[in-house]
Nanobody
Framework: QVQLVESGGGLVQAGGSLRLSCAASGRSFSLYAMGWFRQNPGKEREFVAAITWRGDFTNYADSVKGRFTISRDNARNTVYLQMNSLKPEDTAVYYC??????????????WGQGTQVTVSS
C-alpha cells in the first residue's frame, strides 16, 4: 500500500512558479513510477508528467513540456513537480499518482487527495 499527500499548491500570477511535492508512505515507493495528473471541474483528469522509479526517464504532456520538471528523491519518499512560466490554463487540481505506466500514461491505482493550483492572468 502507498499513501500519497500533496502540498505546494496555491495562487500565483501568470509567468510565476510553484513547486508541488508529493510525500509517500509505504516501503514500496522507490519501486513505483510516479506521476502527476490534473483536473478541472467537468473535465477529465489529464496526464501532466511522470518519472520512472530510478528517475532516469521522464514523460511530459506537450502542454507543459519545457515549463514543468518532475523529479524524485527516493530517500525522502517524495516526488516533485517544478512548474515555471505558469499560464492561466494550468489552473487545476493537481493529483499525485503512483504505479502508473509511463509508456501509455495510464494511471496507477494510488492517488493523493489533490492540491489546487490557480494561475491568475
Amino acid at each position: 500500500q502507498v499513501q500519497l499527500v500533496e502540498s505546494g499548491g496555491g495562487l500565483v500570477q501568470a509567468g510565476g512558479s510553484l513547486r508541488l511535492s508529493c510525500a509517500a508512505s509505504g516501503r514500496s515507493f522507490s519501486l513505483y513510477a510516479m506521476g502527476w495528473f490534473r483536473q478541472n471541474p467537468g473535465k477529465e483528469r489529464e496526464f501532466v508528467a511522470a518519472i520512472t522509479w530510478r528517475g532516469d526517464f521522464t514523460n511530459y504532456a506537450d502542454s507543459v513540456k519545457g515549463r514543468f520538471t518532475i523529479s524524485r528523491d527516493n530517500a525522502r519518499n517524495t516526488v516533485y513537480l517544478q512548474m515555471n512560466s505558469l499560464k492561466p490554463e494550468d489552473t487545476a487540481v493537481y493529483y499525485c499518482n503512483a504505479a502508473l505506466t509511463l509508456a501509455t500514461r495510464e494511471a496507477g491505482r494510488y492517488w493523493g487527495q489533490g492540491t489546487q493550483v490557480t494561475v491568475s492572468s
